[in-house]
């Protein structure tokens, strides 16, 4: 098996024991990525549609760095703190692909790091 550590400066640094990505041959699975700006390391999140905003950007610059792009993703997870907004970030996500929009769940939690309100994680195929 071949596994590369796929990390970028354009995308948050890990707040934890774990990397941004794993490129595993061609199967790229990329952590939970949360609304943390990686130029100043702030959060942005004044609104739902602002974290789930970043936390694209975010995705996008991992997908990069390893030579993707959203058309690569086959599988994401969302998290949510609250199902009620569910369509907020549902209308932010999906202006982020262009038509084959991959399999996805999304699931309301209780809490998530830093508390903020929405966790995206992927797996892409390159």
Known sequence: MNKTI???AS???PIGPYNQAILSDN????????CIDPSTGNLKNKDIQEEAHQVMHN???IL???GMDFSNVVKTTIFITDMHQFSAVNEVYGK????????RETVQVSALPK???VEISMIAVK
Do not use: K
């Not at 199967?27 to 949360?34: A, E, K, R, Y």
């Open 59 to 61: 995705l996008r610059a």
């Open 6 to 8: 796929i990390n970028t």
């Open 11 to 13: 995308a948050p640094a």
């Open 115 to 117: 508390f903020v309100n």
């Open 27 to 34: 199967l790229l699975f990329i952590s939970g990525q949360i």
């Open 96 to 103: 982020y692909f262009e038509r084959d929009f991959p399999a």
């Open 64 to 66: 990069q760095e390893a």
